[in-house]
């Protein structure tokens, strides 16, 4: 079993930062795929980045260049540094684990969530 649990949510004003941090058990922490998702008020849950075994990173088009998703193994944590927010970026923000090292595929292991509300 892999437990996740998100923390750093929060509100901010448009052109704020957040950095959201999901803490992970699981002793083989460093060889799984880790992503973060989101899900906005009537929307689909959508993937907004993952970082494989590699440590390669994939990115949905609408954060490129204001979001980072990095791993710190030896914590076996996550995070995702989001600058320049918008208030589409407003979402209950879900870590999610794959025990696998690639990140092609379902992901088997989801947090609870933290609530991002970036207002105009």
């Known amino acids: 079993q892999v437990q996740l649990r998100e923390s750093g949510g929060g509100s901010v004003q448009a052109g704020g930062s957040l950095r959201l941090a999901c803490t992970a058990s699981g002793y083989r922490y460093r060889t799984y795929c880790m992503g973060w998702f989101r899900q906005a008020p009537g929307k689909e849950r959508e993937g907004v980045a993952s970082?494989?075994?590699?440590?390669?990173?994939t990115y949905v088009e609408s954060v490129k260049g204001r979001f980072t998703i990095s791993r710190d193994n030896y914590m076996r944590t996550l995070y995702l540094q989001m600058i320049d927010l918008k208030p589409e970026d407003t979402a209950v923000y879900y870590c999610?684990?794959?025990?696998?090292?690639?990140?092609?595929?379902?992901?088997?292991?989801w947090g609870q969530g933290t609530q991002v509300t970036v207002s105009s």
């Open positions: 999610a684990a794959r025990t696998s090292s690639s990140c092609s595929g379902t992901y088997e292991y």
């Open positions: 970082i494989d075994a590699t440590y390669l990173t």
